[in-house]
């Protein structure tokens, strides 16, 4: 039986497109997690500050880890793209990273790897797939005027992308919330990304995360906007997903049902939580 103990850990702080993660190895001690006590290290004065803590808890039929998910508000997550990168680098710098480097999360099993052509790493997710807003028990969102149309998109967690006339900057990204959000069943239901397709294989994207906010980048929204520009521009090339934090190449032709992304993500430091 794994043992319980307090809330205190080593962590590992980690970003990937400037989305940013603690890291917590629970694989050897079961921690007692409490939301409240999450948020409070989210917290970017009091706390460490992240976007999604990541804790890894012992895996099964092979898989190096099981992965639980945090939001910064307490809240748990399904899937998240650029924390899987994450914790490839991790791993990588522990010497745990081989070929065939497998983990479990609540949305599917995560292949990861190094990325050798870019010095940076790959996840294999499981892919997008559409959803209706009634699956969630949602009518349709309110969009701003300058909304082209909107799409509700699964990688296990739910994205809606909204298709932006033009340039999508921060404004358009905070507009859309709040229209979105205008209606009370929508706040803090799924995550919300504003897409501009700005050629077959290159797209920008913002993204307001569900439980964390406006973050630099998020890997699983930049499958759900790869899979939607596909819809509209069919073609075999991965598209490149512009974001703040930087771009993200998502290949969804490799694999049929599965989403290969490949970006940076490194390792920042490191510290224990008292």
Known sequence: MIPSVPFRADFCKLEALANDFVLIDARDAKLELEPARVAALADRRTGIGFDQMLVLGPGTDGAAAAIEIFNADGSRAEQCGN????????????GQL?????????????????????????????????LNPSALGLAPPSLPANARTWHMVSLGNPHLIVCWRGEVSAAALAESVAAVERSPAWRQQ???GVLHVETENAVSLRVHERGAG???ACGSAACAAAWLTRREHPGPAPVAVRQPGGTLVVDLESRPGRALTAGPAT????????
Not at 102 to 121: C, I, K, N, Y
């Open 98 to 130: 081989a070929p065939g480097t497998r983990v479990q999360t609540p949305a599917g099993d995560v292949s990861l790897a190094r990325a050798e052509e870019d010095g940076g790493f790959s996840a294999d997710l499981p892919g997008p797939e559409p």
């Open 83 to 94: 924390g899987m990168r994450a914790i490839a680098a991790w791993l990588d710098r522990a």
């Open 267 to 274: 390792v920042v430091f490191e510290g224990r939580l008292a």
């Open 190 to 192: 799924v995550n919300i």
């Open 214 to 216: 406006p973050t630099r």
